[in-house]
């Protein structure tokens, strides 16, 4: 993310009280986004600060987290973020996956700008999220 699009969001979330759990038409969040494909640290982290801010919000389509996401994508740093926030719940269960995300690195150890990345592997015997820290 750019600067100016960190701007916007900081006015958009601070000054227009935009509401951050809200979801889009293809119905995922903001945190969700930030927690996707492309991963951004600085807006995650921005997100996960506001005040009434839904963790554990699933999308429209599997019923996935911000904490599936940034698993499945390997966004090691954002992981972490999110497993220290108080909210956040690891047995969130999928709507349509029969089978779990499990991030097998310990994460604890793994900074923003760490090389490391996040090993992602399904588990065909739960369908919980686990994360294993250790």
């Not at 090691?76 to 995300?101: C, F, G």
């Amino acid at each position: 993310m750019h600067n100016d699009d960190m701007a916007v969001l900081r006015q958009l979330v601070e000054v227009q009280r935009a509401d951050v759990n809200a979801l889009d038409d293809d119905g995922y969040g903001m945190l969700h986004v930030a927690s996707g494909d492309n991963g951004d640290f600085e807006y995650a982290t921005f997100l996960l600060g506001v005040p009434g801010i839904q963790v554990n919000l699933k999308d429209n389509s599997e019923g996935k987290t911000a904490l599936h996401y940034a698993c499945y994508n390997g966004h090691t740093a954002i992981v972490r973020e999110l497993l220290q926030h108080p909210a956040v719940d690891v047995s969130v269960k999928l709507r349509t996956m029969s089978a779990a995300l499990l991030c097998t690195r310990p994460v604890s150890t793994i900074g923003p700008k760490s090389s490391q990345s996040c090993s992602v592997t399904q588990a065909s015997t739960s369908t919980n999220l686990a994360v294993l820290t250790a």
